[in-house]
């Protein structure tokens, strides 16, 4: 070691100069410069504060000179150290909701150049050589990847892996909780029935309807058709559900005519929430339920309550 120097106190981006004169024969030396070897100052990187550079010292003759002319020696230089090249930065995500991230780096010579070095973005994003990473995400889930960086004179190359979170947007989930109406019924006449919506969702969901059907089975689907190339659940009419928050129920109770040529025979009741598909949901695939079973009889006589 040829020389310790005691820095003063040093504000943000502050730099002091410090000399050491050197007398040394003919010939190429090799210099270290560290700063803060012992660690007493806690900082946000340890692993830059290394420099070293190299200096030829001449003869008098080769100089053409009476002098030695020492090259310049500067600690605060860029190293060559390819871990001072460092990558930061990744935002999460939600489905269907416009991205853009602009990857960082410090240390090395600008502009940098982006790739990725290993795994794939969530699809519908891309990264350009800038380091930006834009789209649309289509798909929810954390994607790991391994970005690399070069500087402009391709002297220090680097790469970090970082991830990123798509998640899925708050949503409505809107179910039928309850469908009923009488226990009897006419072909042509009119009945009571009571159905009740719920949005189990995260977030309100607009207005929308629900739909009552009679069906010779349990299971409630729009337009089914049997092997015999019928409709197998009958459409009764569309109740109105209002706009729902998170959690909310409502209960809708409304008159609806069984029509004229439903065979007399047992029926349960069903209802489908948003069969028109109105409300952009979480799940799409738990709106029907069955309720409790009705006997209609062929035609005549007064409505049904």
Known sequence: MLQTFAVTDLAGDATQELSYPFTAARGTY???????????????????????????????????????????????????????????????????????????????TKPYVWSIASG????????????????????????????????????????????INVTAPA?????????????????????????????????????STASVYLSSDNAIVEESVDDDGHDDDIFLGD???????????????TSLTIPSNVNAASYYFGAIADRKSMVTESNESNNALAGNRITVGSGGGADDD
């Not at 289509?138 to 991830?163: K, P």
């Not at 109740?239 to 109770?253: N, P, R």
């Open 120 to 163: 794939m973005l969530p699809q519908g994003l891309s990264l350009n050589a800038t380091g930006v990473i834009s789209g649309t995400p289509t798909t929810a889930g954390t994607r790991n990847l391994t970005f690399q960086v070069i500087d402009a004179g391709n002297n220090l190359v680097t790469s970090a892996t970082l991830s």
């Open 171 to 207: 949503l409505p989930n809107l179910l039928v909780t309850s469908v009923s109406g009488p226990s009897t019924g006419t072909s042509g006449k009119s009945i009571s029935v009571t159905v009740t919506v719920k949005n189990q969702g995260s977030s309100t969901a607009a207005s």
């Open 30 to 108: 090799r210099f270290y410069a560290v700063c803060d070897p012992e660690n007493r100052v806690t900082e946000l990187y340890e692993d830059n504060n290394l420099a070293i550079r190299s200096l030829l010292v001449k003869s008098s003759a080769e100089a053409k000179g009476p002098d030695l002319v020492p090259l310049e020696f500067d600690v605060s230089a860029t190293t060559t150290d390819p871990q001072s090249l460092r990558i930061s930065g990744m935002a999460n995500g939600t489905v269907g909701a416009t991205y853009s991230q602009i990857l960082t780096a410090t240390g090395g």
């Open 239 to 253: 109740v109105f559900i209002s706009s729902l928050s998170a959690g909310q129920s409502k209960t809708v109770t």
